[in-house]
């Protein structure tokens, strides 16, 4: 861990309200809001002061809340592209790639943007916190709490569907303070977070927090600030795929602050995100305008989760209604939903690996294959400044460099496992904790 403990001064503030008030330490929400909002950072610094890149991601510290520095993180890169800006016709398409690909200066061991975040999180908690840190994952966001937390000696319980296991490798091994459990197989993220939930609620547990949590939006924030430090400028177009929509927040979010700096521009820039089809809740939401998601069925749901390529996408709860969430942010930017096939991005991330040089993984294939599409059918000023958040990448070269293995559940639980039962295996797994006071 750093030397560099130094906190962040910030305060917060409700979106729908505008009131601000201060950070007890983990606090989620808006006291004594009457309706569903996010809170955000109100930073002491106005304006960025991007520090040495030796610090990863810490090195936009100045707009993360964290009350120390982690050791071991890498900040996204940014570069201008050549052969994917050919090949598309655009005359400025910036690439930031979270992922590992040390020719372009970022080292990420899970090579997932999920690390930025992990990193940020883990910095928000303070040394002397007591409890274990819970977190619902389709994947990605797993392997990289997972690594974090075990290399920062940070007690996590991490919440995995069974079917996705396989997104759990790790060049080494991880340490006793990270604990797996998981839904059974057939079961979706959905059922994750609700195990995650239960246990969240129990005496010697607390909640990551997902979109409500401020750390988590301005750790994934950083993909902009990156694009923006090295740019010059406000892009005029962000291409990201999105499961629970947390992303596009977080860079709608950053973007507003640019605007409040004042050195960049003060251009919005319009969010295009994408979802891969058939599982598209976001995209009908959008699509009918409506501000609430839109009924979906148990069966129908994860029978659509099974058959996408991109699995973290599959999010059936996204931070999409929230006051200060996707749809918000969605209007405000004027922006808009796009869909791709699982053979749209499978096409994508060919093109992109030959035409850019690494492999990217599922779901940036997806933001990569609406990117095709779009400019393909001229629907992009040639000229227009696109920034392209590749949101994990280089696991091919990753794993060529380096042996793995899997992570494997300290138990598995049936969808209806009762409380009393949770409570039994938390107990025998977390020997020191009491958990009672949950029904």
Do not use: M
């Given at each position: 861990m750093s030397s560099n403990n130094k906190p962040t001064h910030y305060l917060l503030q409700s979106v729908n309200t505008g009131q601000q008030f201060s950070d007890t330490g983990w606090t989620l929400d808006a006291p004594?809001?009457?309706?569903?909002?996010?809170?955000?950072?109100?930073?002491?610094?106005?304006?960025?002061?991007?520090?040495d890149a030796s610090l990863g991601v810490f090195r936009f510290a100045d707009w993360l809340p964290v009350t120390r520095f982690l050791k071991g993180s890498s900040a996204p890169a940014t570069y201008k592209s050549k052969g994917l800006a050919e090949y598309l016709g655009l005359e400025n398409l910036y690439i930031t790639f979270s992922g590992y690909w040390p020719e372009k200066g970022v080292t990420m061991r899970t090579c997932s943007f999920k690390e930025t975040e992990a990193y940020t999180v883990g910095g928000r908690i303070t040394e002397d916190t007591q409890g274990t840190l819970v977190v619902a994952s389709a994947g990605n966001t797993a392997r990289a709490f997972a690594r974090v937390c075990s290399d920062n000696n940070i007690p996590l319980l991490l919440c995995v569907p069974e079917d996705n296991l396989d997104a759990l490798w790790f060049d080494e091994p991880i340490n006793d303070n990270v604990k797996l459990i998981c839904t059974r197989s057939g079961s979706d993220y959905f059922d994750a977070i609700h195990l995650s939930n239960k246990i969240s609620c129990m005496p010697g547990f607390f909640p990551e927090g997902g979109a409500r949590n401020i750390a988590r939006r301005d750790g994934m924030g950083t993909t902009v600030l990156s694009a923006v430090h090295f740019i010059g400028k406000i892009p005029d177009y962000y291409f990201q795929a999105v499961g629970s929509g947390t992303g596009?927040?977080?860079?709608?979010?950053?973007?507003?602050?640019?605007?409040v700096d004042g050195r960049f521009g003060r251009n919005q820039m319009k969010l295009m995100v994408s979802q891969n089809a058939p599982f598209l809740a976001i995209y009908d939401a959008w699509k009918a305008n409506s501000r609430q998601m839109l009924p979906l069925d148990d069966d129908v749901a994860r029978h659509q989760v099974e058959e996408i390529t991109a699995k973290v996408l599959s999010n059936r709860k996204p931070a999409y209604?929230?006051?200060?969430?996707?749809?918000?942010?969605?209007?405000?930017?004027?922006?808009?939903v796009l869909k791709a096939t699982n053979a749209e991005a499978d096409e994508a991330a060919r093109l992109f690996e030959e035409l850019e040089g690494n492999d990217i993984h599922p779901a940036a294939a997806v933001a990569t294959a609406t990117l095709i599409k779009e400019a393909k059918e001229g629907r992009i000023p040639k000229d227009a400044i696109v920034m392209l958040n590749i949101t994990g990448g280089g696991e091919k070269l990753f794993k060529k460099e380096n042996k793995y293995h899997y992570l494997q559940p300290n138990?598995?639980?049936?969808?209806?496992?009762s409380m009393d039962e949770i409570k039994k295996v938390m107990k025998a797994l977390f020997p020191a904790i009491n958990p009672v006071g949950c029904k």
């Open positions: 004594g809001e009457k309706v569903d909002t996010l809170i955000r950072a109100v930073y002491e610094e106005v304006q960025l002061d991007v520090k596009a927040v977080a860079a709608w979010e950053a973007i507003d602050r640019l605007i209604p929230i006051i200060g969430g996707l749809f918000d942010c969605l209007k405000n930017t004027d922006g808009d138990h598995v639980f049936d969808i209806s496992t």
